[in-house]
DNA sequence: TCTGGGGTCCTTTTCCTT
DNA sequence: TCTGAAGGAAAAGGACCC
């Protein structure tokens, strides 16, 4: 019988900030953001003191307000406290200071979320080494073959789980077992926090087909409002679909899972290992930019976002056979433009020179509010013939933004 | 009015070749 | 040389997730 697991770390930004900084319990806190112009229009750093000092004696009064926040930022997550307010993950950070003025402001720190990731992960494998990264704060863990992975349908290894990973990193997480993948997400927020759910196939109609189908990973907005204009709303509605039907309504491919998933198959394995399959750098600017009147400073962004794509090459040990941009421009439309290359690049210079051909069959009439650089195909280093050709192009020639 | 940054995967469109 | 069909690859866009 197939046991797999998947694991979810309670509210894991919060969280982790909340270990930090134990004064901020209870109240609203607000974790987002990014870049804060000051008063005089230049970036804040972080307020706060760095992680040399003591950080949790600090006072209140040394944490940011809200209702300073003049940037263009979205929250990544709000404490229960915040919540109260109509706060909500996705929602700008300037509405959100009309919402809650008085809330605490913490700049995102993924280096810090990062290492707290790893160990959770390091003690997961260290009980059960066939383990699928999700993401920085979930994993599917395969229960099958481990030794008492079966007792009580998986529940004892989860309880184990769970206290190691509160013994390491004092945090807490859910977990729900199930025959497949699929199941064991649903059960996973079936009780949160700290909770641990076990679901069989049995359990299919009784707890499953009530849920609404936006309860589906890889049912999102879009799909939700179509279904809910057919009619259908809950799990159990779209189980009942003819799957034919599905098909002509959604496609092939997704009516196809829609039908199987509303029946809890999914035969999915746990991936132990995945190559990343493109690496990408965007940033949204502090106000838009127009490709003539801003060049300076669009190239300027332009070459650093293929700098830091040039380090992530190297850290990843990847050269890249695609390259592309992408533009936002001031009415939040996006565009795409891609280049296959002949040889794989690894280069700064080489990704701004190509990146910078694909640019000139972009329309850039309008103000731009984001530039992103894509790279695609990534071949290891170790792949490559021995005599590695990488191209090595100085961008001699001059592109829009240069 | 506001809407981050990194990803994956799928569908549709476009372009090229036979 | 023109026209059209067919198929594949590349390009573009979009949905979704954390």
Redesign the pocket.
């Known amino acids: 019988m197939r046991r797999i697991a998947h694991l979810?770390m309670d509210a894991?930004f919060a969280s982790v900030e909340l270990l930090r900084y134990p004064q901020l319990k209870g109240l609203p806190v607000v974790i987002?953001?990014?870049?804060r112009p000051d008063a005089e229009g230049s970036i804040a750093e972080d307020p706060r003191p760095d992680s040399a000092r003591a950080p949790h004696e600090w006072s209140l009064d040394q944490f940011q307000r809200l209702r300073n926040y003049t940037?263009?930022?979205?929250i990544?997550t709000a404490t229960y406290e915040a919540r109260k307010f109509g706060v909500g993950?996705?929602m700008?950070?300037?509405?959100a200071a009309v919402l809650c003025p008085d809330a605490i402001m913490l700049p995102?720190d993924h280096a810090r979320y990062r290492a707290v990731s790893q160990r959770f992960k390091a003690v997961i494998l260290d009980i059960a080494p066939v383990m699928e990264n999700?993401?920085?704060?979930?994993v599917y863990i395969d229960l099958t073959d481990i030794p008492g992975g079966q007792r009580e349908a998986g529940r004892v290894v989860a309880r184990l789980i769970q206290k190691e990973i509160f013994l390491a990193t004092g945090l807490t997480c859910s977990i729900g077992v199930a025959p497949n993948k699929l199941m064991a997400?649903l059960a996973s927020e079936m009780d949160k926090p700290n909770g641990i759910t076990v679901l069989s196939m049995a359990d299919l109609a009784p707890r499953i087909w009530p849920l609404p189908c936006?309860a589906?990973?890889?049912?999102?907005?879009?799909?939700?409002a179509?279904l809910t204009a057919l009619g259908i709303h809950t799990l159990g509605d779209l189980a009942a679909c003819d799957p034919q039907w599905l098909i002509g309504q959604f496609?092939?491919?997704?009516g196809q899972w829609l039908h199987q998933s509303a029946h809890g198959i999914d035969e999915r394995p746990v991936q132990t290992n995945?190559?990343?399959?493109?690496?990408?750098?965007?940033?949204?600017f502090e106000r838009n930019l127009h490709a003539k009147r801003d060049r300076d400073a669009l190239g300027q962004i332009f070459t650093t976002?293929c700098e830091?794509l040039a380090d992530?090459l190297v850290r990843k040990a990847v050269a890249a056979q695609?390259v592309?941009i992408k533009l936002?421009d001031d009415?939040?439309?996006?565009?795409?433009?891609?280049?296959?290359l002949e040889v794989p690049i690894r280069h700064a210079a080489d990704i701004r020179y190509y990146a910078g051909q694909?640019l000139k069959?972009?329309p850039l009439d309008r103000p731009l509010?984001?530039l992103?650089v894509?790279l695609?195909k990534l071949v290891p280093l170790s792949a490559l013939p021995s005599q590695a050709q990488t191209s090595r192009r100085v961008a001699e020639t001059g592109d829009l933004f240069t």
């Not at 995945?274 to 949204?284: F, H, K, L, N």
């Open positions: 979810d894991f987002g953001g990014g870049k940037g263009r930022g979205v990544t993950s996705a700008g950070m300037m509405k995102v999700r993401g920085i704060d979930e997400k936006r589906l990973n890889g049912i999102g907005p879009k799909s939700d179509k496609g092939k491919s997704y995945s190559e990343p399959v493109s690496i990408s750098r965007e940033t949204t976002l830091r992530d695609t592309g936002r009415r939040f439309k996006t565009i795409t433009r891609d280049l296959s694909t069959r972009a509010r984001l992103g894509k695609g």
